[in-house]
């Protein structure tokens, strides 16, 4: 069974990650805060744009983590054994092409595993905005990625 913590301020991203891990062998936990995650042995952490609390991240222990990029201090403090980071930036894994109104590309910039043990590729993926924040957007992109719910080349 996949453990897998949410780290979030209510931006319903536990709720897209628990659609997505239906039918999966998988249990979702969300928090507000770090610190009801620390003793967990977690296959993923996913933490959402508007996470706070990041003191605590160095009690955590994850294989895989998916976080914003541009936070340095939280890479650094958090034990994992693959960090993967979304946002405007190229130097992230998953960033945006293209945005419009009804729909965006998203590119994964390098490849990585998904908690299935299969490599997911770069590649551009067109999907639908439904209204989300383009970081929001990128992080339920990348749970969809790592929990083998998007298509792969």
């Not at 069974?1 to 936990?29: F, H, K, N, P, Y």
């Not at 770069?122 to 990348?142: K, N, S, V």
């Amino acid at each position: 069974m996949w453990q897998i913590g949410v780290w979030e301020r209510d931006e319903g991203l536990a709720e897209q990650v628990s659609r997505l891990a239906e039918g999966t062998s998988a249990l979702v936990r969300a928090c507000r805060h770090p610190a009801l995650l620390a003793g967990l042995g977690l296959d993923l952490l996913i933490v959402s744009p508007g996470a706070t609390g990041w003191a605590g991240a160095g009690a955590l222990n994850c294989r895989t983590a998916l976080l914003p990029g541009g936070r340095s201090a939280l890479t650094r403090a958090l034990p994992a054994g693959t960090v993967l980071s979304y946002g405007a930036s190229s130097r992230n894994t998953l960033t945006l092409s293209s945005l419009d109104e009804q729909r965006a590309s998203v590119a994964v910039q390098r490849e990585f595993v998904s908690l299935d043990g299969r490599a997911v590729e770069r590649q551009e993926l067109i999907l639908p905005c439904d209204g989300l924040t383009p970081d929001l957007l990128l992080a339920q992109a990348g749970a969809a990625l790592l929990l083998g719910r998007l298509p792969v080349d």
